[in-house]
């Protein structure tokens, strides 16, 4: 982990602070985001920027690059995957605060005046993960894929009764 990001942190004294940290994250460091990646060579780079808005929402800016590595579902090679994530996540206590937040936010919620910065991150980097990861520049599988016609009959549950009609 990055000497620079601590393990836990007070996220409004964060706010107050208007605190910034910066720097990289192998990918090794996280350990959820690993299950669904091919290996975990790289690293992320961040910004974590702590403040409120004009509505005084306290609030985490994230701001992240890095190369995911994935296995292609089409060509099952691995490739690197482009990822930019910028997102501001409001901090809140209690989960009725939801419901007032300005568009544009996703919510966090803090318990114990306790924040896991990495935590915080690695969500981000997981919704950036496709559910169906394809290289770029693949060629696309044709969606009209139609049986033949032996496969069919032979699947048909009324073949049987149609061979007992000709015999009669």
């Known amino acids: 982990m990055s000497p620079n990001l601590p393990d836990q942190l007070d996220p409004w004294r964060m706010v107050n602070q208007r605190r910034v940290f910066e720097g990289a994250v192998p990918l090794s460091k996280l350990t ?13 780079r961040y910004t974590l920027a702590f403040d409120t808005d004009t509505l005084r929402v306290p ?14 579902q089409r060509t099952l090679q ?14 809140i206590r209690d989960e009725a605060e939801e419901d007032a937040l300005p568009p544009g936010y996703e919510a ?17 980097l997981i919704l950036a993960v496709p559910a169906v990861p394809v290289m770029p520049g ?16 032979a699947t048909n549950p009324f073949a049987a009764l149609k061979a007992l009609k000709k015999e009669i």
């Open 138 to 153: 693949t060629d696309e599988m044709s969606a009209d894929w139609l049986p033949e016609a032996e496969v069919v009959e």
């Open 108 to 124: 966090q919620l803090v318990e114990h005046d306790a924040l896991d910065p990495l935590a915080l991150l690695e969500d981000e």
């Open 78 to 91: 691995r490739f690197l995957l482009p990822v930019q994530v910028e997102q501001r996540v409001a901090l």
């Open 32 to 44: 959820r985001l690993s299950s669904l990646l091919t290996d975990t060579e790289g690293e992320v």
């Open 59 to 72: 609030h985490a800016a994230i701001s992240m690059t890095a190369e995911l590595p994935l296995e292609c």
